[in-house]
């Protein structure tokens, strides 16, 4: 009886493909969710920044700051809520935003000034 000789390089072809589409894979999620972070991050410091009462004051186009980081968090994916017209409504959203990314200090300011 003869040994039967096996050609392992269509298998070594194969697993090496399948690591390639795996690392490619893995490099395109890991460029979203880089995006992704860093939007939230934006948005988190942008809630984050300054004093809870400057959200009250409005730009040089009438906007409130507050509509504008609601907006950031918004597109971050942090709020399910879009910045309206309501300061009310925008101001919870707000807050909620604070409560869910364990920033609940900016909850105590709010109530403090």
């Not at 507050?66 to 309501?86: F, N, R, V, W």
């Amino acid at each position: 009886m003869t040994p039967k000789t096996i050609d392992t390089s269509v298998h070594f072809q194969n697993t090496a493909s399948s690591y390639i589409n795996q690392a490619t894979f893995c490099n395109s999620t890991s460029t979203r969710l880089e995006a992704t972070m860093g939007s939230r991050a934006t948005a988190l410091a942008a809630l984050l920044e300054g004093a809870p009462s400057d959200w009250l004051t409005r730009n040089s186009t009438g906007e409130r700051l507050l509509s504008k980081i609601l907006a950031q968090c918004y597109e971050a994916g942090l709020s399910a809520t879009p910045a309206g017209a309501d300061d009310v409504t925008n101001l919870h959203a707000i807050l909620d935003v604070a409560l869910q990314e364990g920033c609940g200090e900016v909850v105590v300011d709010w109530v403090v000034e």
